[in-house]
């Protein structure tokens, strides 16, 4: 009795409400409610050969597969789960985003095949400043569903580059040049790696990350993002 008034009163002054929609959750629904996780605008991209994530790397890095979750669009309800991740200190939807697309990529081959999931590392000072790394978060949730090992400090941020908003494609190229390294290749020789972002715009942070993940031997890279800029 007194726990269930206990559940109560965090329900009453800590609901658990959709982040789209704001409606109460129920049992079984995690950051969203059902309504609003049938209406995710995924992409379905890891089911399609040569899909336009993949053609994002094209003529630049080699890619074994490339995927993102869902469309995203500023000023969309979508954008809310980017927002709460980033900005709101809410890394709980990550890892439930990264849930929800591992599901998917279940279904695919290619994507289970995966031997380490790697996210996009953050500069210890913003890491530090957000208490947390997104990438990280999403890929915690991947690597539960994949069964995946989870690795995190081989790669690295070399040096801490201004941010990415507003800057033209190339603008964003020469900002991450350089900027990521490998402590120890060997660690990732003849692996298949999955590197892990939040947002896919022109690719030129996972462009950086891939070249220095190319340091190691006979290394094989896929990539996911869980959303895709339109």
Not at 159 to 180: H, L, P, W
Not at 208 to 229: G, M, Y
Request: one cysteine or more; aromatic letters at 10%; proline letters at 3%.
């Amino acid at each position: 009795m007194k726990l269930n008034f206990l559940h109560y009163l965090i329900d009453l002054f800590y609901p658990n409400l959709c982040l789209i929609c704001g409606e109460n959750l129920v049992t079984g629904e995690d950051q969203l409610c059902l309504k609003c996780f049938s209406n995710i605008p995924k992409t379905n991209f890891h089911l399609q050969k040569d899909n336009p994530v993949e053609k994002r790397f094209w003529g630049k890095v080699r890619i074994e597969k490339a995927t993102s979750y869902f469309f995203f669009q500023k000023g969309s309800d979508f954008q809310k789960l980017i927002h709460e991740l980033k900005y709101k200190g809410n890394k709980e939807v990550g890892i439930a985003m990264g849930r929800f697309a591992a599901a998917d990529l279940m279904d695919s081959d290619d994507f289970k095949a995966v031997d380490v999931i790697v996210p996009v590392p953050l500069h210890e000072k913003k890491q530090a400043k957000r208490g947390y790394n997104q990438s990280e978060m999403i890929s915690c949730g991947l690597a539960e569903v994949l069964e995946k090992p989870l690795i995190t400090g081989n790669l690295h941020r070399t040096a801490e580059n201004t941010t990415q908003t507003r800057k033209s494609v190339y603008e964003r190229f020469e900002n991450t040049q350089g900027i990521f390294g490998l402590k120890n290749p060997a660690d990732f020789e003849g692996k298949h790696i999955l590197i892990v972002d939040d947002v896919l715009t022109t690719g030129s942070t996972i462009e950086a990350c891939i070249r220095a993940l190319q340091q190691a031997e006979n290394v094989k890279i896929s990539v996911f993002t869980l959303a895709l800029a339109t």
